[in-house]
């Protein structure tokens, strides 16, 4: 995913300073895979938070899965999805699920490694959404922790909207109730900064209505980050097609 943020940003680039202690996101932790499976292992400082977001990136996968199930094989997408931890443990709990493809969509980086290390015929990485089939009846597409670190939000969720999967799942996706988009930068550690785009949730929700209804929505974390007297929450939101 090229628009998939992963740069160091500089102390003079403008945006203003967040506060708080959710640096669950940066890239702090690495796969190590074992057998038919993968293990996450988080290193550095913020270990806990990192198993928290994968533990809590499961649930809502599980549960979005189970919104969709049908008695055949599905196709789902997963955006920002790393090296397919949720497929794979997908698999272990709920082996009466079947797929036909699991697409993660990533940074390119993380995508070269994977077609170099990953053999899996159900399994399959690109790093353009624009690149998926738009032919394919995709069943859903699962997005967890990630379209506040692209550089358009609204211009990813329009191109996933374009794929007309039956399920859209914003999971753990910081927004803003407020009639403009608020901009920061988030601070990993000394010298590491990563700009963070947070888009509004009423205009993502008016983005999707012409064809999708929001089924369910879920206030996650409250003040998950503060941009000087701006609170940003953060939510989950599940839309059906029809």
Request: hydrophobic share 35%.
């Amino acid at each position: 995913m090229r628009r998939l943020i992963g740069k160091i940003a500089k102390d003079s680039c403008g945006y203003s300073f967040l506060e708080g202690k959710n640096s669950e996101y940066c890239n702090s932790y690495s796969l190590a895979w074992k057998k038919s499976h993968a293990e996450d292992r988080p290193i550095g400082e913020d270990q806990d938070s990192i198993w928290f977001d994968l533990h809590s990136s499961i649930f809502r996968c599980m549960a979005s899965l189970s919104a969709i199930y049908r008695n055949e094989p599905l196709n789902i997408i997963d955006v920002g999805g790393g090296l397919g931890s949720i497929y794979y443990i997908s698999k272990k709990l709920c082996p009466h699920l079947k797929f036909k493809k699991w697409i993660v969509i990533e940074d390119e980086k993380v995508t070269e490694y994977a077609h170099s290390q990953i053999k899996d015929e159900t399994l399959e990485f690109h790093d353009d959404i624009n690149c998926i089939d738009k032919e394919m009846s995709i069943d859903l597409i699962f997005c967890s922790g990630t379209l506040f670190y692209i550089s358009d939000p609204y211009q990813l969720f329009s191109e996933i909207l374009n794929l007309n999967p039956r399920c859209i799942s914003l999971a753990r996706t910081a927004m803003t109730e407020k009639e403009k988009d608020l901009f920061g930068v988030q601070k990993i550690n000394k010298n590491q900064f990563v700009p963070i785009y947070f888009p509004q949730k009423f205009k993502l929700i008016e983005m999707a209505k012409t064809n999708y209804r929001l089924q369910f929505e879920c206030l996650e974390t409250i003040g998950a980050f503060r941009i000087a007297d701006e609170i940003i929450n953060m939510y989950w939101l599940l839309f059906k097609r029809g």
